[in-house]
């Protein structure tokens, strides 16, 4: 699986959009972006996939540059229950659909 | 969307016993489970790929006769970590892919495993 570069932590103003950048410069063609939040002491939660064109969902929106190298995920209006650790992962569809994941970036959303 | 629910939560166990955390599809079939471990502050690793019907596949460095995992049905994995000791001590996660090509996996709420 290609590997994901994210900052370590950001911290965002509640109420604002908060931009979460991810790097995967070795994305292969047929991996998908997959975007998962885990707040604390709870299992990981879905948020956003994506191949190549951008998505929105409620969540979230998923932008991916046109060369795949990298993604932005947009939380369009953060509250304080957006608090958590946010993994971008890469995944690979053959091999068993496992996640790999890496840091993540720890995301405080301040008052 | 899909449910996956694990058994117990929580659970504090004596060192040197074992101890059985369960796993649960609740509205799908799930022919593939996995099974992560987290430390405080750290990612999630993968410990193994459960498989119904046939033997887990284990990352490496994770002992299989130490970390037993059964996938007897299509709806249930379980992890017995065997003689416990307090280096166990851990967070352990599972997820199942809702039956599909490139379907979000959906995770169980973790269960915190102290050992004493």
Same mark, same amino acid.
Request: charged fraction near 15%; glycine fraction near 6%.
């Given at each position: 699986?290609?590997?994901? @570069?994210?900052?370590?932590?950001?911290?965002?103003?509640?109420?604002?959009?908060?931009?979460?950048?991810?790097?995967?410069? @070795?994305?292969?063609?047929?991996?998908? $972006? &997959?975007?998962?939040? !885990?707040?604390?002491? !709870?299992?990981?939660?879905?948020?956003?996939?994506?191949?190549?064109?951008?998505?929105?969902?409620?969540?979230?929106?998923?932008?991916?540059?046109?060369?795949?190298?990298?993604? @932005?995920?947009?939380?369009?209006?953060?509250?304080?229950?957006?608090?958590?650790? &946010? &993994?971008?992962?890469?995944? $690979?569809?053959?091999?068993?659909?496992?996640? @790999?994941?890496?840091?993540?970036?720890? $995301?405080? $959303?301040?008052? | 969307?899909?449910?996956?629910?694990? =058994?117990?939560?929580?659970?504090?166990?004596?060192?040197?016993?074992?101890?059985?955390?369960?796993? #649960?599809?609740?509205?799908?079939?799930?022919?593939?489970?996995?099974?992560? #471990?987290?430390?405080?502050?750290?990612?999630?690793?993968?410990?193994?790929?459960?498989?119904?019907?046939?033997?887990?596949?284990?990352?490496?460095?994770?002992?299989?006769?130490?970390?037993?995992?059964? =996938? /007897?049905?299509?709806?249930?994995?379980?992890?017995?970590?065997?003689? %416990? =000791?307090?280096?166990?001590?851990?967070?352990?996660?599972?997820? %199942?892919?809702?039956?599909?090509?490139?379907?979000? /996996?959906?995770?169980?709420?973790?269960? #915190?495993?102290?050992?004493?």
């Amino acid at each position: 699986d290609a590997k994901t @570069t994210q900052p370590t932590s950001m911290d965002c103003a509640e109420g604002r959009a908060a931009n979460l950048p991810c790097n995967h410069s @070795t994305i292969s063609g047929n991996e998908y $972006v &997959y975007w998962y939040r !885990q707040i604390h002491s !709870q299992g990981p939660q879905y948020i956003i996939h994506g191949l190549k064109n951008n998505e929105t969902n409620e969540m979230a929106s998923l932008i991916i540059t046109e060369d795949r190298k990298s993604s @932005t995920l947009i939380l369009p209006h953060a509250t304080l229950r957006d608090t958590a650790v &946010y &993994y971008c992962i890469v995944r $690979v569809v053959a091999a068993g659909n496992k996640l @790999t994941f890496g840091g993540g970036t720890r $995301v405080l $959303v301040k008052p | 969307g899909a449910v996956v629910s694990q =058994h117990p939560s929580w659970v504090i166990c004596k060192s040197g016993t074992s101890v059985k955390i369960e796993c #649960r599809s609740l509205d799908f079939q799930a022919t593939t489970m996995f099974w992560y #471990r987290q430390f405080p502050k750290q990612s999630l690793m993968l410990m193994a790929t459960s498989n119904e019907g046939s033997k887990a596949t284990y990352e490496q460095g994770v002992e299989k006769d130490k970390f037993l995992i059964n =996938h /007897a049905s299509l709806t249930l994995s379980t992890l017995t970590v065997t003689s %416990a =000791h307090p280096e166990d001590s851990s967070f352990y996660i599972c997820s %199942a892919d809702v039956p599909g090509v490139n379907t979000e /996996a959906f995770f169980g709420q973790g269960t #915190r495993l102290t050992v004493v």
